[in-house]
């Protein structure tokens, strides 16, 4: 491999090799021009050839818009900030920095400076645990294909998923996954009520009728692959649902004399809408493999029903069948995108990136 050399040193070299050419022309006039034309042309060589790689690489990216990058060949990091906002969206993780630490000059394309390097700081290495560290002049060992996807980055802090190269590939593989197998609708194992009750004289309630539904049966059905839009911000699912129907559902429903009389029902939905929220992360252990987590405490699904009709019930019964319904398709769908996708997509990120299980 060849060796590089310093600009200074380049710029003296040619210069003297330029100054020797110039004394052999007989005229003064010609010899500086050929000592200025020739130095400025071997200068601008040498510019050139030092810009022609970079440096470094984005390690990370804040949420505040501060950048943290890292040489390629070495250990110091620091830290800029682009003012330019269509510039700024370009970057992700692993995008290539040139830098110039003497004059805390940053550039994304190699040719003009963007930016002012904000801190410079060392990042030592520390051996594994359980690992010797290497001797003098040995030869680092070779890096994973998921440690240079994460930009050289050693047991990091949780960062949105999106910010992973392959994040949206993972986010819609899960997607796609997670439909396959069918959905099942099964009623909540409660009572809903709407007993009538009339006061007596002294204030005193008393039950004088009892309204109540209660069913334990299900359906299973399917769903298309959801539209999802995955930011640094967070992912947001949207699943529409044109038409649901089921029959031959068993209840068992009280009107009038407290006892339970086993009826049938049938289940009529249109214009299902459903609107999910998350925000997965992603982290690189030591070893520098990932792992996707969820938290559930950031989860938040929205059901609308365009319209619903409950066929073999008669009216009284209808609210609360409805209600179950309702309930029980919250269920149902908070099953499927907090536990189902969450699952798939840790499926998919040890393909990937040789993840683990999800996390809360």
Known sequence: ??????????????????????????????RTSIVVGLTLFCLAGALTASAAAPC????????????????????????FQVADPALRSKLRVGSPVYANFDTRQVSLDGKKPCCTMLKIATAAKQPMPGTTPAAPGAAP??????????????????????????GQQMMSQAAQNAVLLDLNFQFLNKSYKN?????????????????????T????????????????????????????TADGLTVKV?????????????????DVKLVYKAKPMITFDQNQLCRVSWSRDTDELRVAIGDMNITGVQNDIDKLAKDAVREALNAVFDAYFGGRLRGELAKVS??????????K
């Open 1 to 30: 491999m060849p060796q590089r050399i310093s600009l200074k040193h380049w710029v003296a070299t040619t210069t003297g090799l330029c100054g020797a050419l110039a004394a052999a022309c007989r005229w003064r006039a010609t």
């Open 56 to 79: 470094c690489g984005v390690m990370e990216i804040a949420k505040n818009g501060l950048i943290t990058a890292k040489e390629s060949k070495g250990t110091r990091t620091f830290q």
């Open 141 to 166: 060992p070779a890096q994973s294909g998921a440690a240079q996807l994460a930009g050289n980055v050693t047991a990091a802090a949780p960062r949105p998923l999106a910010t992973h190269p392959q």
């Open 195 to 215: 007993d009538v009750y009339v006061r007596d004289p002294l204030g005193k309630k008393h039950r004088v009728s009892c309204v109540r539904f209660k069913s």
């Open 217 to 244: 049966s299900g359906f299973r059905f399917k769903v298309d692959p959801p539209a999802f839009t995955l930011t640094s911000q967070g992912l947001r699912v949207e699943q529409n649902i044109s038409k649901l």
């Open 254 to 270: 009280q009107l009038g004399p407290c006892a339970d009389i086993a009826a049938g029902m049938g289940v009529r939905l249109t």
């Open 350 to 359: 040890v393909n990937v990136c040789g993840g683990g299980k999800s996390g």
